[in-house]
């Protein structure tokens, strides 16, 4: 988990009721917020009951409902994907020079 996170330059997070649940993915998003990693957020289900402290750290970040076809449709139709020149804006804005 750590070498994973360390490596990373963007975590994408599927956020589910699962990975909300799930101790060893909330310590891996812990680890990756004090690491000061970006996040692009992909919430795979509706009516989540996210964590103040997990709203804070997210805040900022592109964020993406995904868990109906209808919504996916209307990212691909029109609404702006996550591009790989903002991934990499991203990444270089959150470089950490000890682990390059």
């Keep these: 988990m750590v070498l ?3 490596c990373a330059k963007v975590l994408l997070v599927f956020l589910s009721k699962e990975y909300l649940a799930s101790a060893n993915c909330q310590l891996e998003f812990r680890y990756a ?3 000061g990693k970006a996040f692009v957020i992909l ?3 509706s009516n989540l009951q996210i964590e103040q402290w997990i709203l804070e750290a997210i805040q900022g ?3 993406y409902d995904v868990y109906s ?3 996916l449709e209307e990212l691909i139709n029109g609404v702006p994907l996550v591009s ?6 991203l990444s270089l ?3 950490n020079d000890d682990f390059i």
């Design 61 to 63: 970040f592109p964020q």
């Design 84 to 89: 790989p020149s903002f991934v990499l804006s």
């Design 69 to 71: 076809y209808e919504i």
């Design 4 to 6: 994973g996170v360390e």
């Design 43 to 45: 919430r795979t289900e």
């Design 93 to 95: 804005s959150n470089s």
């Design 33 to 35: 917020v004090q690491r």
